[in-house]
């Protein structure tokens, strides 16, 4: 069983910027595509980025630019490094293992997740 922990989220002003981090157990953790997703009030479980196993990344077009996904093999650890924070940023952000090659932008494809870290964006 793979258990995923977020941290890093809290309350920002617009144009602010935040680093969140997912610590995951397992040995596997190299062998995972990593993902991020958010949830708003009121709205359905959006993808936000992923990350493969070698590296590769994609980013939603509405955070495109603005945030940076990353991985620390060594730590068992994704990031989620967030810049020009808005408004509608303002989600609870969620952090998924899949246990696949490539990369995977749909909620379906990940096999484990986080419990989720809130970030409120003021403006």
């Known amino acids: 069983q793979v258990q995923l922990v977020e941290s890093g989220g809290g309350l920002v002003q617009a144009g602010g910027s935040l680093r969140l981090s997912c610590a995951t157990s397992g040995r596997t953790f190299s062998t995972y595509t990593m993902g991020w997703f958010r949830r708003a009030p009121g709205k359905e479980r959006e993808f936000v980025a992923t990350?493969?196993?070698?590296?590769?990344?994609t980013y939603a077009t509405s955070v495109k630019g603005r945030f940076t996904i990353s991985r620390d093999n060594t730590k068992n650890t994704v990031y989620l490094q967030m810049t020009s924070l808005k408004p509608e940023d303002t989600a609870d952000y969620l952090c998924?293992?899949?246990?696949?090659?490539?990369?995977?932008?749909?909620?379906?494809?990940?096999?484990?997740w986080g419990q989720g870290t809130q970030v409120t964006v003021s403006s």
């Open positions: 990350i493969g196993r070698t590296g590769g990344m």
């Open positions: 998924a293992a899949a246990v696949r090659f490539g990369l995977a932008v749909d909620a379906n494809q990940y096999e484990y």
